[in-house]
C-alpha cells in the first residue's frame, strides 16, 4: 500500500498561534482527505483535496499532487482545535491509508 | 440525513464470544468500509464492499466476516473474539472509489 507520513508528530501552541501540517505520500493518489479527530474519538471531515488548494473558515489545504504532499494550515488557533490530524490517501487500491497523524495541543 | 450510525457505542467482549457490529448509510453510498483504530495509530482496512452481494477483504481481515444484502447496512461480524481485537472500529461509506470518505462515530471494543 501507499506510505503516508505526517510531520511533526506532536504539535504545542498557545491559543492564536498559527500552523503548518505536512503530509507525504509514497505513489500518486485518487483522493486525499485531511481529519481531525477530537477528544473524543470522533472523526471530522476537513477536506476532500486531491489537488489544489481549499479553505474553509480558518482552516486551509494544499495537495501538490505531482510532488506528493499536501498542507494543512490553520491560523488563529483555539483550543476546540485541539485533537488529532490525520491525513488518509487512496492510490490503485479501494481503501484511504492514513498516515499516523499530528497531535496538536492549543493551551489558552 | 443521518450519515453514517454504528451500534453499538462501546461494548466489552469475553476471549471467545462473539458479536455483530451494526453500521448503516442514508447517503445511498455504493462503497461501504470498515476500519480497526489501535491505540495512537491512523486507521487500517478491515473489508470494503463495493456494492450489494459484493464484498472483498482490507489489510487486516483475518477474525471478522461482512456481508452486504442491501445497500444501506454493512454489518461486520466477530467470530471468537481475542484480546488482539481490542479497538475502534469505524465505518464508512463513499459514493464511489476515489470519492471522498464519511466515517460513523466509532464502535470502541474491548476483550478481555
Known amino acids: 500500500g501507499i506510505q503516508v507520513e505526517q510531520s511533526p508528530p506532536d504539535l504545542i501552541l498557545q491559543e492564536g498561534a498559527n500552523s503548518t501540517l505536512r503530509c507525504n505520500f509514497s505513489?500518486?493518489?485518487?483522493?486525499l482527505q485531511w481529519f481531525h479527530q477530537n477528544p473524543w474519538g470522533q472523526l471530522i471531515n476537513l477536506f476532500y483535496i486531491p489537488s489544489g488548494t481549499k479553505q474553509n473558515g480558518r482552516l486551509s489545504a494544499t495537495t501538490v499532487a505531482t510532488e506528493r504532499y499536501s498542507l494543512l494550515y490553520i491560523s488563529s488557533s483555539q483550543t476546540t482545535d485541539s485533537g488529532v490530524y490525520f491525513c488518509a490517501v487512496v492510490g490503485g487500491a479501494n481503501n484511504l491509508f492514513f498516515g499516523t497523524g499530528t497531535r496538536l495541543t492549543v493551551i489558552p | 440525513n443521518a450519515g453514517v450510525t454504528q451500534t453499538p457505542k462501546f461494548r466489552i467482549l469475553k476471549i471467545g464470544q462473539s458479536m455483530t457490529l451494526q453500521c448503516t448509510q442514508d447517503?445511498?453510498?455504493?462503497?461501504m468500509y470498515w476500519y480497526r483504530q489501535d491505540p495512537g495509530m491512523g486507521l487500517k482496512l478491515i473489508y470494503y464492499?463495493?456494492?450489494?452481494?459484493?464484498?472483498d477483504k482490507g489489510e487486516v481481515p483475518n477474525g471478522y466476516n461482512v456481508s452486504r444484502s442491501t445497500t444501506e447496512d454493512f454489518p461486520l461480524r466477530l467470530e471468537l473474539a481475542a484480546p488482539s481485537q481490542t479497538s475502534v472500529y469505524f465505518c464508512a461509506s463513499s459514493y464511489d472509489r476515489g470519492f471522498e470518505q464519511y466515517f460513523g462515530p466509532g464502535t470502541r471494543l474491548t476483550v478481555t
Open positions: 447517503m445511498n453510498h455504493n462503497y
Open positions: 505513489d500518486s493518489v485518487n483522493n
Open positions: 464492499s463495493v456494492g450489494a452481494g459484493i464484498t
